[in-house]
């Protein structure tokens, strides 16, 4: 059995890229796909300590998590549309104000 350590590192630097990705880039797809990565890094730990403890809590928490996920993309993709159909871009720092 791989202990739960390697699993925390690997969590870890993959949080890290996704922080760093939001972060770095400007394009909202990178910036959705860096928040599924930190997503990702925190279901790799929920997963680990469930195994570890031997119960369902952890995996369960895991699968909560997806749903967020899968929700926070829906949402996201629908501001990107609207994004690039309003500005033909997907860069976030273009729009600079709200307007009616």
Not at 12 to 30: E, I, K, S
Request: proline content about 2%.
């Amino acid at each position: 059995m791989v202990p739960v350590e390697y699993y925390l590192v690997l969590s870890a630097a993959v949080f890290c890229v996704g922080v760093f990705g939001a972060l770095a880039r400007r394009n909202t797809l990178v910036f959705l796909m860096s928040v599924e990565l930190m997503l990702n890094a925190a279901n790799l730990n929920f997963a680990a300590f469930s195994a570890q403890w031997g119960n369902l809590i952890g995996q369960t928490f895991g699968l909560f998590t997806l749903a967020l996920a899968a929700g926070e993309v829906a949402v996201g993709l629908g501001i990107v549309l609207v994004l690039y159909r309003n500005f033909g871009t997907t860069d976030f720092s273009v729009p600079e104000g709200m307007k009616w």
